[in-house]
């Protein structure tokens, strides 16, 4: 049976994604049709506990499905994880008559909100926005094809001028956990080798495949870089293949850092939020609780916060060796 709501409220917390506008958009329209009050929480947890809301109208989302970032703002909140600013946060969701919640953000925003939802006994919806695209249970999250795809493009430009002077470009992408960013790129951009956390970096194998490039008269090489790989990221990686081939290749690193979480968001990026949003609100009205909202086979899932927020996407290491393959 569908659980009779008045008042729902959304956050976006943790790293922006391009795409959140988009899930924003589809949230507070569904509810609307719903006859639903909508309520943004600015600054993610925290404007919970300091009880930043605003009722939102249809009005409220024009003209925002193009735009990258998020419109309610985000922040990370460490007296979010304290009982006190839990307490605190509770209190301005009941003084709202706030029936149920949703909140968009990765591994740590879910935490909080399993955490939060047991504590207070509020239903809780997920939905997965993280261009690093490593939560369980959804192929795909908000901003993850808009990142690799703004790194393609950054990457295909520096190929010009790497190939224009002979050049080594280690080139260093996010992914603190995960190289799922890295993975996909590097083989899009046609990198000569990819290196990430999931994978042991052996620096010998790494300079002999160069070396290869380098006698095959290759005029310039990438390598893609994710910034959780074990060996120390670009710039160390850059320093001791530079000490061995220093004769071979005149070496750059260059780090692309926040430009990946920008830009617009990509049509895919654009659907999948709406897609997300809808199902979410939906979920609430039909009594769900303590759920992320995924897509699996291109099919919507509810999958349980606690199995999201324990678990990590299985990395496809056939990938690397499919990367390794082209790059002979």
Not at 17 to 25: D, H, L, S, T, V
Not at 113 to 126: C, D, H, L, T, W
Not at 303 to 324: G, Y
């Amino acid at each position: 049976m569908e659980k009779k709501l008045k008042k729902i409220a959304l956050l976006t917390s943790g790293g922006d994604a391009p795409g959140m506008n988009a899930c924003i958009r589809a949230v507070v329209r569904t509810g609307l049709y719903h006859g639903l009050q909508m309520i943004g929480i600015y600054r993610g947890y925290q404007g919970m506990i300091e009880g930043d809301f605003e009722e939102m109208s249809s009005r409220s989302v024009s003209n925002i499905i193009h735009r990258g970032g998020t419109i309610l703002k985000s922040a990370r909140s460490k007296e979010f994880r304290t009982e006190e600013g839990m307490k605190r946060a509770w209190q301005y969701l009941k003084a709202e008559r706030i029936d149920g919640l949703i909140t968009i953000g990765g591994d740590g925003t879910f935490r909080g909100a399993n955490e939060f939802s047991k504590k207070y006994e509020i239903p809780v919806i997920g939905i997965p926005g993280t261009i690093d695209n490593d939560m369980f249970g959804t192929d795909y999250t908000i901003g993850y094809d808009t990142a690799i795809n703004t790194v393609i493009e950054s990457v295909d430009k520096i190929r010009d001028t790497a190939h224009s002077h002979d050049r080594l470009f280690f080139i260093e992408v996010m992914g603190r956990d995960a190289g799922l960013i890295a993975i996909r790129t590097g083989i899009a951009v046609g990198a000569e080798a990819i290196l990430v956390p999931e994978s042991k970096t052996d620096i010998e194998t790494l300079i002999e495949d160069l070396e290869l490039g380098w006698m095959r008269k290759k005029s310039s090489s990438i390598v893609i870089v994710a910034e959780g790989e074990e060996a120390g990221g670009a710039f160390e990686i850059a320093k001791m293949v530079g000490e061995r081939m220093k004769d071979r290749y005149d070496i750059r690193v260059t780090v692309l850092g926040h430009i990946q979480r920008g830009g617009q968001p990509t049509c895919m990026d654009r659907v999948r939020a709406s897609r997300l949003g809808v199902a979410a609100v939906e979920a609430l009205r039909a009594g769900k609780s303590n759920v992320m909202i995924g897509i699996q086979n291109g099919q919507i899932a509810h999958v349980p916060l606690e199995q999201s927020v324990k678990h990590h996407s299985t990395f496809d290491s056939n990938l690397l060796r499919i990367a390794k393959l082209l790059s002979y």
